[in-house]
């Protein structure tokens, strides 16, 4: 259960007061309140992101093997053990992380207000949304109804501006990312803390994002707003399993189901949309009747076939099954990347194969830049360019890009630590109440949910750079608290 600070006692270290009287000002937009979370840390709560996050995974992971699309992996068999590994130790890693009492004690509240954080953050995002919309989508003001009717040329704008345009606001958002980042985490787990003016801040954002996202005809923002309201809603279930709180067991489930339709419509709607413009853009095939044909061979990506036997064609109906084989595709051609990857030596990249947008720039800063190239060709992803799979263009799992730093062996290690630190933000969330522990919380779920895809946190520079400091924030603040806690002496001894 969160730790509660009674209204007769100033708790200055917790960013909150004990006073009774209204706040005023700065301090009715930055002062949190003591409300417990929505959650507690027990029961069935603590594993609930676990089951989610990897449960996405699985699936994928599954429909390689029963799915309606063969990949044609070179070694299934090594394929699969070390994607069994990767899974038990990220399992063991989150397990001791929630279980393990003496390693992950909690320090106390956390010092830092998280309407503090909402409302700076909102405040940067908001300068930064109008001219950010003008670059990446060339409105001033998001134009959600064009995105929804014709994603495809929504997002050939957006690939186009990206090419021509100076992104000076992207490159700010960059910087600002470590506030900006952190706003749908908490104002969608540590809402009942929050003041009504941050709140309001956070709400607003969101559906801003989730408008320019829309409009640029980009999948991802409305995948992961949609996974993290899934796990949200899963969690709101989960914690509502007592005969008194049925109702709000129904509305979750409710909820989920609405968010998963929700979202399957969108996705098959923009991807239409896309290869219907593809198609526009060919001469050579300009009908609507090309239109079904080009989705199978998109599903197909040149190398897969489909399973004709499989239940899949006797159980969804042919209108349907176009969409159905680009969504198998979607989550499963990423492991034909891996078995391509697993074929290929390690050659060691030295911390800069792991992501793209640090390789680059730290090598600039080295004054290296002309390595770059050379140490690109040692990644496995650039080792895959040479075999016709290039990654960016297809996916190749999360896993391969560690993979150039670790080898397959330490990434197996590594997902021990991902499920530890995933667990461990969870637990600080619930107990600590901690803003920045809900941020990496958040932002590790996402990772786990493109597991199937990409190396998602560490892609573009926004992300990777928001990432890396919050969570460098958050480990030294922890260890400072729990120095801090070793170093308080007893002052009284209860009685027996």
């Given at each position: ?120 953050g909102a405040v940067v995002y908001l300068l930064l949304y109008v001219p950010v919309t ?363």
């Amino acid at each position: 259960m969160p730790e509660t600070t009674p209204h007769t006692t100033s708790t200055a270290a917790s960013g909150t007061t004990g006073s009774t009287a209204p706040a005023r000002g700065v301090r009715a937009w930055t002062r949190d309140s003591d409300r417990p979370l929505v959650f507690e840390f027990a029961g069935v709560t603590r594993y609930v992101p676990l089951v989610v996050t990897l449960g996405l995974f699985v699936v994928s992971w599954s429909l390689v093997v029963l799915g309606p699309i063969d990949w044609h992996l070179t070694d299934p068999g090594r394929v699969h053990l070390f994607l069994a590994c990767a899974t038990l130790a990220f399992v063991a890693g989150y397990a001791v992380a929630v279980r393990w009492r003496r390693t992950t004690t909690a320090t106390g509240r956390s010092p830092l207000s998280a309407s503090a954080l909402v409302t700076a953050g909102a405040v940067v995002y908001l300068l930064l949304y109008v001219p950010v919309t003008w670059t990446t989508t060339g409105d001033w003001v998001p134009d959600v109804w064009h995105g929804l009717r014709d994603a495809g040329s929504a997002y050939a704008e957006n690939k186009r501006l990206n090419e021509s345009v100076t992104p000076v606001f992207l490159y700010v958002r960059m910087l600002v990312a470590p506030l900006t980042i952190l706003l749908f985490p908490l104002t969608l787990f540590l809402w009942p803390r929050l003041s009504r003016p941050a709140r309001a801040l956070g709400v607003l954002c969101v559906l801003l994002s989730v408008a320019l996202t829309i409009a640029q005809g980009i999948n991802r923002g409305v995948a992961e707003f949609s996974g993290q309201l899934v796990l949200f809603l899963v969690l709101v279930a989960g914690s509502s399993l007592s005969r008194e709180r049925r109702g709000r067991l129904v509305r979750s489930l409710v909820g989920i189901v609405l968010v998963v339709a929700c979202f399957f419509a969108y996705y098959a709607t923009t991807m239409n949309s896309r290869i219907e413009a593809d198609g526009a853009a060919d001469e050579s095939s300009s009908t609507d009747d090309d239109t079904d044909e080009r989705m199978r061979d998109t599903a197909m990506i040149g190398v897969a076939t489909t399973r004709e036997d499989n239940p899949f064609f006797d159980l969804v109906p042919p209108a349907l099954q176009s969409e159905g084989l680009i969504l198998s595709s979607y989550l499963t051609h990423g492991y034909r990347g891996l078995s391509l990857a697993m074929d290929e030596d390690f050659t060691p990249t030295w911390g800069l194969g792991f992501s793209e947008f640090y390789r680059h720039n730290l090598l600039r800063v080295a004054g290296q830049a002309d390595r770059e190239e050379a140490v690109e060709a040692r990644t496995y992803a650039g080792k895959l360019i040479d075999q016709g799979w290039p990654d960016g263009m297809v996916w190749s799992t999360f896993f391969v890009h560690p993979a150039s730093d670790l080898g397959f062996p330490g990434v197996v290690v590594l997902m021990a630590l991902i499920g530890f630190a995933l667990g461990l933000s969870w637990r600080d969330t619930l107990e600590r109440g901690d803003p920045l522990a809900a941020g990496v919380f958040f932002h590790l779920c996402i990772l786990v949910f493109y597991l199937p895809a990409n190396n998602q946190l560490f892609q573009g520079g926004e992300l990777a750079i928001g990432f890396t400091v919050v969570t460098g924030a958050w480990l030294l603040l922890r260890r400072r608290g729990r120095a801090e806690v070793d170093r308080t002496p007893v002052t009284e001894v209860p009685a027996r």
